[in-house]
């Protein structure tokens, strides 16, 4: 009972100090997270575009092209002195990235697409030669929009 005793043998002012100071230390945490909450730039949704082929997609022939909205890719299929097959994307327009899975015999293994040093052209390598038809999955970053397609090549 002698701390109760000492708490009523204070003043009035440091009595209210006393119980006010943690309610207003709580009050300012809430305001502090209102206030930097209503600061915080909102973060716009990332936009997922369709490519859609132009004409019939002859990967090997290098006929393989797809557009939306200005932006024009170019698919190649090469097959180098090893017996691997690289796959060159040529876009109209500088992308930031890319992924690209190429499906066949029943698994699909998704592989970051690489830049070309020097030029706006993106490659993978895959080993093995590329069997036709082939379903191709490949997304693309540009301006913070993401595109993609789903194909089958000849």
């Known amino acids: 009972m002698s701390l109760l005793n000492r708490f009523f043998n204070l003043s009035p002012h440091l009595r209210t100090a006393i119980v006010l100071a943690p309610l207003l230390g709580i009050a300012g ?9 209503s600061r915080q730039q909102a973060v716009a949704p990332t936009a997922a575009l ?5 004409g019939e997609c ?30 060159v ?3 109209s327009a500088p ?13 699909e293994t998704p592989r970051n697409l690489r830049q070309i040093k020097g030029e706006e052209s993106w490659f993978l390598l895959f ?4 069997e036709t038809p082939v379903r191709l999955r490949l997304i693309i970053v540009r301006k913070g929009a993401s595109y993609f397609a789903e194909i089958m090549a000849h």
């Open 29 to 37: 945490y809430i305001a502090a997270g209102y206030y930097a909450a």
């Open 50 to 54: 369709a490519l859609k082929p132009v």
């Open 58 to 87: 002859r990967l090997a022939a290098g006929e393989c092209r797809l557009q939306r909205d200005g932006l024009q890719i170019n698919l190649k299929a090469q097959t180098n002195a090893n017996g691997d097959t690289l796959i």
């Open 89 to 91: 994307l040529q876009p």
């Open 95 to 107: 992308l930031q990235g890319g992924v690209m899975g190429i499906h066949s015999h029943g698994n």
């Open 127 to 130: 080993s093995g030669k590329l």
